[in-house]
């Protein structure tokens, strides 16, 4: 873990789907909001899955992402490649042999070659933030909100 300044950076890949290879960078933001930037390479008609365990069983589609509510908290999860959706039951223990309901949702597509992918997962209370992420050009995002924290653009 690397400590940026406004941001936290933890960095990782693993090879067991060879001869594909997974990159992942996760970052907390301002204390804020998480971002994880997702590479994947040597694709040849290759399905690719990427799954998010949700502490919440209120969970639903929405244009551009994923809500998720409770009476705790909120969580919007927005995506630059939103092919396919699944939201699938869960489970989640607290404790050994304990298991209570919890929500996955699983983005999931067909992708050749190398593939790049940007999530932001941003808790909030009130009105839903906006983000709209886009890949400017291979593996460079740029993430717009009208509403998220103040932050006009970043660029990942």
Same mark, same amino acid.
């Given at each position: 873990m690397e400590d940026r300044g406004f941001y936290q950076l933890a960095s990782a890949y693993h090879l067991n789907y060879e001869p594909i290879v997974h990159h992942?960078?996760?970052?907390?933001?301002?204390?804020? &909001?998480?971002?994880?930037? *997702? /590479? +994947?390479?040597?694709?040849?008609?290759?399905?690719?899955?990427?799954?998010?365990?949700?502490?919440?069983?209120?969970?639903?589609?929405?244009?551009?992402?994923?809500?998720?509510?409770?009476?705790?908290?909120?969580?919007?999860? &927005?995506?630059?490649?939103? *092919? /396919? +959706?699944?939201?699938?039951?869960?489970r989640l223990s607290d404790r050994n042999d304990v298991a209570r309901p919890s929500t996955r949702v699983k983005f999931h597509g067909r992708y050749s070659g190398s593939k790049n992918f940007l999530t932001v997962l941003v808790p909030y209370k009130g009105e839903l933030p906006d983000i709209q992420i886009k890949e400017l050009m291979n593996g460079v995002f740029v993430a717009r909100s009208v509403i998220m924290l103040q932050l006009k653009s970043v660029i990942w």
């Open positions: 992942r960078h996760i970052s907390l933001v301002n204390d804020r &909001f998480v971002v994880i930037a *997702d /590479r +994947v390479e040597g694709m040849e008609k290759h399905s690719v899955q990427r799954y998010f365990h949700l502490d919440f069983t209120d969970v639903q589609e929405a244009a551009g992402g994923i809500i998720a509510a409770s009476d705790i908290a909120n969580l919007a999860i &927005f995506t630059s490649e939103q *092919d /396919r +959706v699944d939201i699938l039951p869960g």
